[in-house]
């Protein structure tokens, strides 16, 4: 079974400062690990993964993440928040050692970025 | 030009009744699926579908069934609608291949209430 945890419902950050939104998995054989992130009324938009290689993955917007195979976590990082990246963050995990071709969610993290 | 497009985008129907959703993707992708997300925006996977084989997550009732004429439309068909299935409907699509590793496309979402 796969699994995935957001630990935070909710993440407040001022203008500016740099953000983490925490991710960690739970697989029986190796991940691979995706961000999405959703803005009201809208479906999921891709923003990053990790399939393999080096643990530090950039992806879009100035969004990046870094895989900890010890931790299991893989959490969402920008060193700069804008306003404009307020939305609803979501981690997802697929096994990519066992069958099937779905993927878990985690449960969502809503990201604040105040002026 | 829309990746992954869904009809109706809102569905407001009664108790009891049965309607379907459509999906279609024009990415050339070769594996579709359909996700239910509930008021607390937690995201569950209800189907995975290529031209080989459906997935079909055990707890989805049976109400529900996926149907796909052909490789780009995946629609979702659902009887005796009950009031425990009004969320937020997402298709997806992805290229699978031999691997699980391409991220998915997802539509608006299509908004289901029922009465």
């Known amino acids: 079974a796969q699994s995935v945890a957001q630990p935070e419902d909710q993440v407040n950050v001022a203008e500016g400062n740099p953000l983490t939104v925490k991710c960690t998995y739970s697989?029986?054989?190796?991940?691979?690990l995706f961000w999405y992130v959703q803005y009201p009324n809208r479906g999921l938009q891709f923003l990053l993964k990790y399939i393999t290689g080096d643990n530090l993955v950039k992806g879009s917007y100035g969004f990046e993440a870094e895989f900890n195979k010890s931790q299991t976590s893989f959490h969402l990082k920008k060193p700069s928040a804008l306003v404009s990246d307020s939305a609803l963050y979501f981690c997802a995990v697929r096994d990519r050692d066992n069958a099937g071709n779905m993927l878990t969610f985690g449960g969502g993290t809503r990201l604040m970025v105040k002026p | 030009d829309t990746a992954v497009s869904q009809t109706p985008k809102y569905l407001v129907t009664q108790m009891g009744n049965d309607k379907s959703i459509k999906c279609e993707q024009n990415l050339g992708h070769d594996t579709m699926y359909w996700y239910k997300q509930d008021s607390k925006k937690f995201l569950k996977i209800m189907f995975s579908y290529n031209n080989k084989e459906l997935i079909i997550n055990e707890t989805v009732p049976n109400r529900f069934s996926p149907k796909s004429p052909d490789k780009a439309h995946l629609n979702l068909h659902i009887n005796s609608l009950e009031l425990g299935d009004s969320a937020v409907y997402f298709c997806?699509?992805?290229?699978?291949?031999?691997?699980?590793?391409?991220?998915?496309?997802f539509g608006p979402g299509t908004r289901l209430t029922v009465t």
């Open positions: 697989v029986s054989g190796n991940p691979y």
């Open positions: 997806a699509s992805s290229q699978i291949g031999t691997s699980g590793r391409n991220e998915q496309y």
